[in-house]
């Protein structure tokens, strides 16, 4: 039995190592089949890596474009803004200055009117009673009959101011509540104004990071590039290797079966000796 056991193991060594070699032929004969399919799926792969980033840089294009579009419009509308404000500021000295004379100088200019047609109602009073009285007089020739006085008619004059300096205090008042309108009207537009600031910054950011995400598309568009061209090289030299590698094995299971056949020829001619004894 000894003899019989010697022999089944280079039997099975020259068989594993056969089967070793005939899938080594066979992986090495699949490698170069494969090659050109992997080669072409490969540069597929590539050209829809480089045609997605050739859109998204299109896209980033475009997002840059309207960012900047609106970046112009809100820094026309922040001018525009101050220089309402400005206006309005403008507007509300005027209307400060306007409220002062209409309120103050008019109607102290009205009061001193009519104390001057007091005045002069009073000086006019005398005047007339010394014409009427000298008009009684038949010997001097004097006819003093007016149908209205001097007197009465400057009094109804210095009445007549009277409704004057309710309307310019009335107007008074409503250039006040225009002032303070406009106040809050200007108010808003500061707020507004830092609004549309805080828009600046945020687009001004958004342009760095798009300029970051074009050159990095770039890096990656000219990387794809490089590989398009490389690609066949590239999957050549990685095939070469692997084939290297298999020959590299089929040449150790060679020397394995060898070894394995100069084992089986020993042992067969011990048996063969033992059986001649």
Same mark, same amino acid.
């Given at each position: ?8 193991? $280079?039997?099975?060594?020259? %068989? ?9 032929i066979f992986f090495l004969i699949q490698i170069w089949r494969l090659r050109q399919p992997v080669t072409d799926k490969l ?29 112009t419009s809100t820094l026309y509308l922040d001018d525009t803004t101050n220089a309402l404000a400005q206006t309005i500021q ?47 007089? $038949? ?23 009277? $409704? ?58 000219? %990387? ?7 690609? $066949?090289? %590239? ?12 020959? %590299? ?29």
């Amino acid at each position: 039995m000894r003899p019989a056991q010697n022999k089944i193991i $280079p039997i099975l060594i020259i %068989w594993v190592t056969a089967i070793g070699l005939l899938l080594s032929i066979f992986f090495l004969i699949q490698i170069w089949r494969l090659r050109q399919p992997v080669t072409d799926k490969l540069r597929s792969a590539v050209n829809q890596t480089s045609d997605i980033l050739q859109t998204t840089g299109d896209g980033l294009d475009l997002i840059s474009q309207v960012i900047k579009n609106v970046y112009t419009s809100t820094l026309y509308l922040d001018d525009t803004t101050n220089a309402l404000a400005q206006t309005i500021q403008s507007t509300s000295l005027f209307i400060d200055s306007a409220g002062s004379f209409v309120g103050e100088d008019l109607i102290n200019t009205i009061t001193n009117t009519q104390r001057t047609l007091d005045t002069a109602q009073a000086s006019a009073l005398v005047i007339d009673n010394i014409l009427t009285t000298l008009s009684r007089v $038949p010997l001097i020739g004097i006819n003093y009959n007016p149908s209205l006085p001097l007197n009465t008619a400057l009094g109804e004059v210095s009445k007549s101011l009277d $409704p004057l300096q309710e309307s310019l205090k009335g107007f008074q008042s409503n250039l006040g509540s225009t002032r303070t309108d406009m106040q809050e009207f200007k108010d808003q537009l500061l707020i507004l104004d830092q609004n549309i600031s805080a828009i600046n910054k945020n687009l001004a950011s958004s342009q760095a990071v798009i300029d970051d995400y074009r050159t990095q598309v770039s890096i990656l568009t000219s %990387w794809a590039d490089d590989a398009r061209t490389s690609l $066949p090289v %590239w999957v050549k030299t990685i095939f070469w290797i692997l084939t290297i590698i298999i020959l %590299w094995l089929v040449l150790i299971q060679v020397g394995i079966l060898l070894q394995g056949i100069s084992l089986l020829s020993r042992v067969q001619v011990n048996l063969e000796a033992k059986s001649d004894q």
